[in-house]
């Protein structure tokens, strides 16, 4: 079984650029999250989907952050613009609605 | 909050030792569940113990929960250098589907 494919892996941008992330989940799982770890701790919950839709994106900084999951399938993670504390791992997960979540080995932006 | 936190902050051992991280957390729980993240690598689950369960083994983990005290510990025997990871705990209650981590425990096994 594929497991959850991100990419870019790494990404350095100037701040006040925009950049894009991009999350694949395991076929079949309805539930996809996006995550922000900054260095030493541990990952926080950015936005929640089920299928195609938002369950929880309390935690998203909307004037910068949007996310999207069109067809209940892939999502993208924009930032627009990007601050110096944005940088950070973005972590992708997702669960077909059971307890555990599989994660993507991340993508590392970097904010200059 | 749903957090949990571990403790210590950072734990180094030699391999072959045991290593024992605890975790402590607030609310009423369905499960408690363990990740590892090894450095620049995404989270892998490790184990999951329900509320209704005192102890849980698999291979050389095993894991205690003890809902009175709203605490666990995950416990390593054996350990070697591949060990060398963060470890997360994560209380779930059913419903959200979303989990919560604290800081993490950094382990380092010396070979």
């Known amino acids: 079984e594929a497991g959850v494919a991100q990419s870019p892996r790494y990404k350095i941008i100037e701040k006040r650029q925009s950049v894009a992330f991009w999350c694949n989940p395991i076929?079949?799982?309805?539930?996809l999250y996006w995550y922000q770890q900054i260095l030493g701790q541990g990952p926080k919950l950015l936005i929640q989907?089920?299928?195609?839709?938002?369950?929880?994106d309390s935690q998203l900084p909307k004037d910068r952050f949007s996310a999207e999951r069109l067809k209940g399938v892939d999502s993208t993670l924009k930032i627009q613009p990007a601050k110096l504390e944005d940088s950070a791992v973005y972590l992708c997960?997702?669960?077909?609605?059971?307890?555990?979540?599989?994660f993507g080995p991340g993508t590392r932006l970097t904010v200059l | 909050s749903q957090q949990g936190e571990e403790d210590p902050q950072a734990l180094s051992i030699q391999e072959g030792e045991n290593a024992t991280m605890n975790c402590s957390y607030k609310?009423?729980?369905?499960?408690l569940q363990w990740y590892r993240q090894n450095s620049g690598r995404g989270l892998v689950h490790l184990i999951l113990?329900?509320?209704?369960?005192r102890e849980k083994h698999s291979g050389r983990l095993r894991v205690t929960l003890d809902t009175s005290k709203k605490s666990s510990s995950l416990l390593i025997t054996a350990s070697r250098a591949a060990d060398t990871a963060s470890y997360f705990c994560?209380?779930?209650?059913?419903?959200?589907?979303?989990?919560?981590f604290g800081k993490g425990t950094k382990l380092s096994v010396i070979p």
């Open positions: 997960a997702s669960t077909p609605n059971s307890d555990t979540q599989y």
């Open positions: 076929s079949g799982h309805a539930t």
């Open positions: 989907f089920q299928n195609n839709g938002v369950v929880d």
């Open positions: 609310t009423s729980i369905n499960n």
């Open positions: 113990i329900r509320s209704n369960e």
């Open positions: 994560a209380p779930f209650r059913a419903g959200s589907y979303q989990l919560t």
